[in-house]
């Protein structure tokens, strides 16, 4: 089993520039999520899905997007990159609810470092 | 608001040593606990989770960590630290929701040798 895959693990973009972060499970995960990590603030919740065609906002949501078309795939664009999202990026997926049950855990790809010059 | 909290942004152990991390939540009814360990480079890798029932939760690595509902608090220990341990670990929470965890800042924990 793979888990979850992120791609790709480091990039650089320029001020203004569009790109999309790709994130896979082969678990059949109903639950997935992205996550940016910055010092000293952990892990910051962007965007989430709960199923194929159905996504919410999390805790730090404007300059991205998302779209969940398939159980497996759940991709995180920027529209437009600013300084401010440089950052590692985690995609993260689980069964169902996190904590909805003793197995429902979640689970994390390796992560995503992007810098935006 | 709900938060989890790590008071300690860097602990340095020797090897051999005892070690203990804390995290404190702040919700409205106990949430699922969990703690993290981030290795250089990598993924977050799940040591031990606490769901309800024995305050007392044994993970993977020789970690355990304990429940206390008086304080709030949900601190992990391991009784030798090996030069392996040397890494980052996040402490988190959810209330079951399907907005997924809220994750404390991390501590950063060195190993002397």
């Known amino acids: 089993n793979a888990g979850v895959t992120q791609t790709p693990k480091f990039q650089v973009l320029k001020t203004g520039q569009s790109m999309t972060l790709q994130c896979a499970q082969d678990?059949?995960?109903?639950?997935m999520s992205w996550y940016r990590q910055d010092p000293g603030m952990g892990l910051r919740l962007i965007h989430y899905?709960?199923?194929?065609?159905?996504?919410d906002q999390g805790e730090v949501p404007n300059g991205y997007n998302v779209s969940r078309s398939t159980t497996e795939d759940f991709p995180l664009r920027l529209l437009s990159a600013a300084p401010s999202q440089t950052s590692v990026y985690f995609c993260?997926?689980?069964?169902?609810?996190?904590?909805?049950?003793?197995?429902?855990?979640?689970?994390f790809g390796q992560g995503t470092r992007l810098t935006v010059v | 608001a709900q938060s989890v909290t790590q008071p300690d942004i860097h602990i340095t152990v020797s090897e051999g040593a005892s070690l203990e991390l804390r995290c404190n939540y702040s919700?409205?009814?106990?949430?699922?606990l969990f703690w993290y360990v981030q290795s250089p480079g990598q993924g977050l890798q799940l040591l031990l989770k606490?769901?309800?029932?024995?305050?007392l939760v044994q993970g993977i690595k020789g970690f355990e960590a304990e429940f206390k509902r008086s304080q709030s608090s949900f601190n992990l220990r391991k009784p030798s630290v090996h030069w392996s341990d040397a890494a980052e670990y996040f402490c988190?929470?959810?209330?079951?929701?399907?907005?997924?965890?809220?994750f404390g800042s991390g501590t950063q924990l060195t190993v002397l040798p």
């Open positions: 993260a997926s689980s069964y169902s609810i996190v904590g909805g049950g003793s197995n429902t855990e979640a689970f």
């Open positions: 678990m059949n995960h109903e639950y």
């Open positions: 899905s709960v199923g194929a065609g159905i996504t």
């Open positions: 919700y409205g009814a106990t949430p699922y």
């Open positions: 606490y769901f309800s029932g024995d305050t």
């Open positions: 988190a929470a959810t209330p079951g929701s399907a907005r997924q965890l809220t």
